[in-house]
């Protein structure tokens, strides 16, 4: 058979919005919301280079449930 692997994967969306190693969901997922960077404070780099957890941005989004 010649199908092309065509988004017939399974669990969490991938591909729709950019998500950072620190990410548990995209932006604006309901149930989630922004926290500060723990790898960097929330300064968003790691000395000289931008902090590859939350790439920059100095926050990542994390579930709240559980909290
Ligand atoms: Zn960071």
Do not use: F, H
Not at 36 to 63: Q, T, Y
């Amino acid at each position: 058979m010649s199908q092309d692997k065509t988004g017939q994967t399974e669990g969490p969306d991938e591909g729709q919005a950019k998500l950072n190693p620190g990410d548990d969901a995209p932006p604006g997922t309901p149930g989630t919301g922004e926290d500060v960077c723990p790898k960097c404070s929330g300064r968003g780099r790691l000395g000289a280079e931008p902090c590859p957890e939350c790439g920059g941005s100095g926050v990542v989004i994390k579930g709240l449930a559980g909290g």
